[in-house]
């Protein structure tokens, strides 16, 4: 008997039907529309995604992205908080799934799952792709207005994907402070940007102050080390190119990088990293450079050269976002 293939390659199958008999250059447009309405800075109660085909050609493109930047940041919280397996997850504006996916990738087996969204065709559509995963055949789609007014059932996990970005600042707030009532744990993923790291800030800072622990990326639940305006705090996951990403994106690259921010955070108790890599290190003649968010908190860069032996290899194997010192 044939193992059940990744959820990954599970969902990019599923995800390369999608298109069938929708022209591409209409796929193309919708997307490049709805990546308009994404990033415009005026937060919208409105559902973006008005249709089947909107967003079947906004998840062909935008899906996988999704998928493995939360994919990242739950197996870094994993990692942290080892042993844990939630039994149930809600998934908050998660509009076609991906978190649901990706929580699935990182814990294997069956939970109850509720994916709450207000654009109806994207809960459809999720509901459709959902069906080729046994794990997630039977997950809720509930429409819910994301906002002040959202109340959430209680739950050991909840996530929060490229959400904030679309709502003022009081439901940002209700909905973080939702989240933290109702969950044991809390993930929450925005774009690699400078706001959407400000907006993880502000979410990290109300989470440690409903008495949850930063589990990643920051290996302490101090305040960010960071001097506001002067940078910010990302990440980046490799995503395969499909012929839509090359289509409205043009180039040739058979994969992308994703930038997200994120924090993942517990009421239980949690094992952090050491330090975390938060840039990419830089390989040199004998030598390699990690710039380094530290406990104390901190930022510091390192060298580690030959002589420091198997710390040196793992040194030139280490990516950016990765704990550090590996683990033995």
């Known amino acids: 008997m044939n193992a059940p293939a990744p ?3 599970t969902l990019r199958a599923a995800l390369a039907g999608l298109l069938d008999g929708l022209p591409p250059r209409q796929a193309a447009q919708a997307v490049e529309r709805l990546i308009a309405s994404y990033r415009g800075a005026t937060p919208t109660d409105a559902p973006i995604l008005r249709d089947r085909a909107d967003v079947a050609a906004y998840a062909a493109y935008r899906m996988p992205a999704t998928f493995e930047a939360v994919r990242s940041a739950l197996e870094a919280f994993a990692d942290a908080v080892p042993g844990w ?3 149930s997850h809600t998934d908050v504006g998660g509009g076609t799934g991906a978190a649901a996916w990706a929580v699935s990738a990182t814990w294997g087996g069956k939970r109850p799952v509720t994916v709450l969204d207000w654009a109806e065709p994207a809960l ?4 459709e792709i959902a069906a080729a995963d046994p794990a997630l055949r039977d997950v809720r789609w509930q429409r819910s207005r994301i906002g002040a007014a959202l109340t959430l059932e209680s739950t050991d996990l909840v996530t929060v994907s490229y959400v904030l970005n679309e709502l003022t600042a009081p439901d940002r707030t209700a909905l973080v402070d939702a989240a933290a009532t109702a969950a044991q744990a809390v993930v929450i993923v925005e774009p690699g940007t400078p706001d959407g790291y ?3 800030i502000e979410a990290r800072d109300r989470l440690i102050g409903a008495g949850f622990h930063v589990a990643a990326p920051c290996p302490h639940s101090a305040a960010c080390p960071i ?3 002067t940078d910010w705090c990302h990440f980046s996951a490799r995503v395969s190119r499909s012929s839509l990403h090359r289509q409205v994106k043009g180039g040739s690259l058979p994969y992308e990088d994703e930038k997200f921010s994120y924090v993942a955070a517990a009421r239980f108790p949690v094992t952090p990293a050491p330090s975390r890599v938060v840039r990419r290190p830089q390989i040199r003649k004998g030598q390699v450079l990690l710039d380094l968010c530290e406990t104390e908190p901190s930022l510091h860069r ?8 198997d710390l040196y290899k793992a040194a030139r194997d280490a990516d950016w976002g990765d704990a550090w010192p590996p683990a033995p």
């Open 7 to 9: 959820p990954a390659e």
């Open 85 to 87: 397996v939630p039994g």
């Open 124 to 127: 459809a559509l999720g509901r």
């Open 198 to 200: 400000a907006r993880v």
């Open 227 to 229: 001097a506001p305006g």
């Open 302 to 309: 390192i060298t580690v050269t030959k002589r420091h032996g």
